[in-house]
């Protein structure tokens, strides 16, 4: 079992930055796969990267280059430092905890990108 909160979202200028945290609690962070998808109005929700619990990572074509997942293990927290941002970034960004049959979701905490 495991909960998810995000925090960090935020209205940002484009070029900005913010950085997105997924505290997670109940059960052994270390051993997830965490990610982060994000779904914009009318659109269906994509991933935009995933770390794995040795600390692989992999990247939306849309944001490589721009953004950056880590996890720190000590605080139960997963992490996207997004810079450069652009207007297409605007969304809902959910935190993810998964292994190969569980997932969990957080609540999602907005970004939007505007001038």
């Known amino acids: 079992q495991v909960q998810l909160v995000e925090s960090g979202g935020g209205l940002v200028q484009p070029g900005g930055s913010l950085r997105l945290s997924c505290a997670a609690s109940?059960?052994?962070?270390?051993?997830?796969?965490m990610a982060w998808y994000r779904q914009a109005p009318g659109k269906q929700r994509e991933l935009v990267a995933s770390i794995t619990s040795v600390g692989s990572t992999n990247y939306a074509d849309s944001i490589k280059g721009r953004f950056t997942i880590s996890r720190d293990n000590a605080k139960n927290t997963v992490y996207l430092q997004m810079n450069s941002l652009k207007p297409e970034d605007t969304a809902v960004y959910y935190c993810?905890?998964?292994?190969?049959?569980?997932?969990?979701w957080g609540q999602g905490t907005q970004v939007t990108v505007s001038s």
């Open positions: 993810n905890a998964g292994t190969f049959s569980t997932n969990y």
């Open positions: 109940g059960s052994i962070f270390s051993l997830y796969r």
